[in-house]
């Protein structure tokens, strides 16, 4: 019990000495304004107030600025976070926003280029690739459900991509044409000398049974035959990018760069047709 009774009594002392500090002060600033001097009493409690007076001013400044470099500062990363993560819900709005636009010019560039394909087409999504690595395919997201069936050919903005070898109700595998195992029909733009385009790695064809004489040079374009009846006249397939005299064989070695960037495959026009089997029956026996 002694010590809050202590503590009762040291208190009203420390606010009695406040009032006399205040009051002396009080007489000084009165006393200032009627004479210019301060007598000998004066001179003293200005002495013995003035430091206890700068303590309390710096003791005040020293709390203000505390509250406005830490409190303040708390407030401000408080504010921050929130700007953060609005910033970044802008960011992620805004790349959708990109995205659909990107979407929006590839359709309209396969569009451009269904228009100028007299057959029926219909518009996939690449939604897979060979798990296996044994082939250069594609998985699209249409099928026999859409109109799909075997050997419709597979092209997008830029030219030939490939052709359909699996179908299921709603989904389809392209071959695509840098696949070893595929081989398009084509001439040659330029000259219109013949040959045949087979897959040789994931981005270069070569352009096979070219014969020495013909006339192929380096930025030839090579196009569709419309012969083999599974891809129509006139389509993109490449461009010649080398050109060698091959050695012991009566025919060119030509490498070709495929029309279509597989690497950013996403979006592909399938060419309606009737199935292979059909057309063969229409059109009798085929050269494939």
Known sequence: MDQPLQRERRFPK???WLALIC????????????????????????EGVTPVQSLFRQTVKLLADLWEDYFH????????RRLKLALDALKRVNG??????????????????????????????VVGFDPTGWFQSVV?????????????????????????????PHYAKV???????????????????????????AQVCRLDYMVKSGDVKEGDVVITSGLGRIFPKGLPVGTISKVEEGEGTLFKKIEVTPAADF????????????????RKKESGPSMD
């Open 14 to 16: 420390i606010w009695v």
């Open 23 to 46: 009051f002396a002060l009080f007489l000084l600033s009165s006393n200032a304004i009627q004479r210019g001097s301060w007598t000998s009493a004066e001179q003293l409690v200005v």
């Open 73 to 80: 500062l708390v407030d401000v990363q408080q504010e921050n």
């Open 96 to 125: 959708l926003y990109r995205e659909r636009v990107a979407t929006y010019e590839r359709l309209s560039d396969l569009l451009k280029f269904k228009e100028a394909v007299s057959r029926p087409t219909v518009v996939a999504q």
């Open 140 to 168: 699209i997201n249409k099928g026999t459900k859409s109109g799909i069936n075997l050997d419709m050919p597979v092209v997008n903005a830029s030219g030939v991509v490939g052709r359909i070898v699996s179908v299921s």
């Open 175 to 201: 071959l695509l044409v840098v696949d070893q195992n595929s081989a398009v029909d084509c001439l040659v733009q330029r000259s219109r000398d013949r040959g045949m385009v087979r897959g040789q790695s």
């Open 263 to 278: 690497s950013k495959l996403e979006e592909v026009l399938v060419i309606l047709q009737a199935p292979r089997e059909e």
